[in-house]
């Protein structure tokens, strides 16, 4: 029974440990998740903040870059003492910053700077390892999380947005209105803009008529004056045709005298 006691103890022990690291988890946050490059830039900064819960000897961060970002400096807020940025490989840069003895309490603030190429368009940073550092007697201490932070970085030049906007001002231009709004309009209702529709263009068009017939009457359509031309056509050649037929009867008459 002794034995189970002591087992059982040494579980709430190891249990309220874990939880007390847990609950003492540094908070972390970024200053912006989304940074947006100029057509020509290439260096850029991002700020992180890590605020420890209980006071802390250092911190320090793993960063993975996109392909076409490297990181070229580090600077931190505390501690008097600084390590980095190294670069371990496949674009994870280590970075530190640590005091002698647990003498740092507040906020951590570290600004990274960044370049990249002009043809980076866009891409994440990824802050992939936080380690708080508390010095232990002779050991030291580690807190260490694996955030779900990125930074998402994208470029977004001055030419694409004049053509966008050239293309947008030629699209009002040409916008030609749906055929719902062009029934409305012909219903005689008024556009909101005080545009003349065509409901007023036929108004207008009646009124002359009316003015031109005072009396009222509705005056047939006669058609195009074209077909004046082809009527006075069709009598020409009707004419011709009977001339020709008469002086047929003409000429056999007098041969059967």
């Keep these: 029974m002794k034995k189970i006691a002591c087992l059982l103890a040494c579980c709430g022990i190891l249990l309220l440990g874990t939880v ?11 200053s912006q998740e989304q940074i947006a490059l100029r057509q020509s830039q290439t260096n850029f900064e991002a700020e992180i903040e890590i605020s420890p819960k209980n006071p802390y000897a ?6 993975a870059c996109p392909k076409g970002v490297t990181m070229t400096a580090s600077s931190g807020s505390s501690g008097n003492m600084s ?69 998402n970085v994208m470029r977004s030049g001055a030419q694409t947005t004049d053509t966008d906007s050239a293309a947008d ?26 545009k003349t529709d065509s409901g007023s263009h036929l108004n207008s068009t009646d009124s002359v008529e009316k003015a031109s017939n005072p009396n009222g009457d509705a005056t047939p359509e006669t058609g195009d004056d074209n077909s004046l031309v082809l009527w006075l056509a069709v009598a020409f050649a ?5 001339s020709g037929t008469v002086a047929a009867i003409w000429k056999k008459r007098t041969y059967e005298k």
């Design 83 to 151: 390590a980095g940025p190294v670069l371990a490989g496949d674009g994870l840069y280590w970075t530190s910053f640590f005091a002698s003895d647990n003498t740092l309490s507040e906020t951590m603030k570290i600004t990274l700077q960044f370049s990249c190429t002009q043809s980076f368009e866009t891409g994440d940073i990824q802050l992939h390892t936080v380690k708080v550092l508390t010095k232990n007697g002779s050991s030291v201490d580690t807190e260490e999380q694996t955030p779900a932070v990125r930074i």
């Design 169 to 194: 001002s030629t699209d009002s231009e040409t916008e030609v209105p749906s055929t719902d709004s062009a029934l409305s309009d012909s219903s005689g209702s008024t556009p909101a803009g005080g």
């Design 238 to 242: 009707a004419g011709i045709a009977l």
């Design 58 to 63: 250092g911190v320090e961060i793993g960063v």
């Design 20 to 30: 007390t690291a847990f609950a003492g988890e540094s908070v972390i946050r970024v």
